[in-house]
């Protein structure tokens, strides 16, 4: 496609419930990357794929949150058992490569409100 | 591991000021740095990057410079116009290590500029 794409755009859950964002990243990109904004806050890394392996899954906050990559494509994030603080805009990014000097590509977000 | 600080925000200039947004980091290695804006509705984008020491990136009007010996790159525009009213994002992408290729953001800073 032309850009990142995630679906949905916006999502209003119940409390516990489980929800589950969708990346598609730029064809050809290996490097995907999550991102959660809160308002008003900067993007708090949550996790980075290389091809299909997570280098880096520091960031997820509980073991609520997950995330998997098949084929080099698409990224699915599942957030389990959804609480009110989970509510914030979930962005993805990819790069062509993930090495260091490349730029980051990114969706326009999925908009996440747990009521 | 890996982190970026901006300038406290929200920042209000007027047309034609002058603009500087600092940003420090701290990493391992050499990273590269980036400059990402996110105007009102739109999702983030690349506004400039440098590679190594030294080198300025330059895009829109605006720079930065890589500053090894103070590990910054602060963001600067001589003139300012309401356009540039966005959020500006400072990055890093670390260059070695466990967490090759991991972005790092800074939390954002808020610029309107008035006519």
């Known amino acids: 496609g032309a850009g990142v794409s995630q679906s949905p755009s916006n999502k209003v859950t119940e409390k516990g419930k489980d929800v589950e964002l969708r990346c598609d990243p730029i064809?050809?990109?290996?490097?995907l990357y999550w991102y959660r904004q809160r308002l008003g806050q900067g993007l708090e890394f949550l996790i980075y794929?290389?091809?299909?392996?997570?280098?880096?899954k520091s960031g997820l906050p509980s073991d609520r949150f997950s995330a998997e990559r098949t084929g080099e494509s698409v990224s699915t994030l599942t957030i389990q058992r959804t609480q009110q603080e989970d509510s914030a805009v979930y962005l993805c990014?990819?790069?062509?490569?993930?090495?260091?000097?490349?730029?980051?590509?990114f969706g326009q977000g999925t908009r996440l409100t747990v009521v | 591991g890996d982190s970026v600080t901006q300038m406290e925000g929200p920042v209000t200039l007027s047309e034609e000021a002058f603009l500087t947004i600092n940003c420090t980091y701290t990493a391992t290695g050499y990273p590269s740095l980036f400059w990402y804006v996110q105007y009102p509705g739109e999702g983030l984008q690349l506004l400039l990057k440098?590679?190594?020491?030294?080198d300025k990136g330059s895009n829109k009007g605006f720079e930065a410079t890589y500053r090894k010996e103070t590990t910054s790159f602060h963001l600067e525009k001589g003139s300012v116009q309401v356009s540039d009213s966005a959020v500006y994002f400072c990055?890093?992408?670390?260059?070695?290590?466990?967490?090759?290729?991991?972005?790092?953001f800074g939390q954002g800073t808020i610029l309107t500029v008035h006519p």
């Open positions: 064809s050809g990109h290996t490097a």
């Open positions: 794929f290389q091809g299909n392996s997570a280098p880096d």
């Open positions: 990055s890093s992408a670390n260059a070695g290590g466990t967490s090759y290729g991991k972005l790092t």
């Open positions: 440098a590679t190594k020491a030294d």
């Open positions: 990014a990819s790069r062509p490569e993930g090495g260091a000097n490349t730029e980051a590509f």
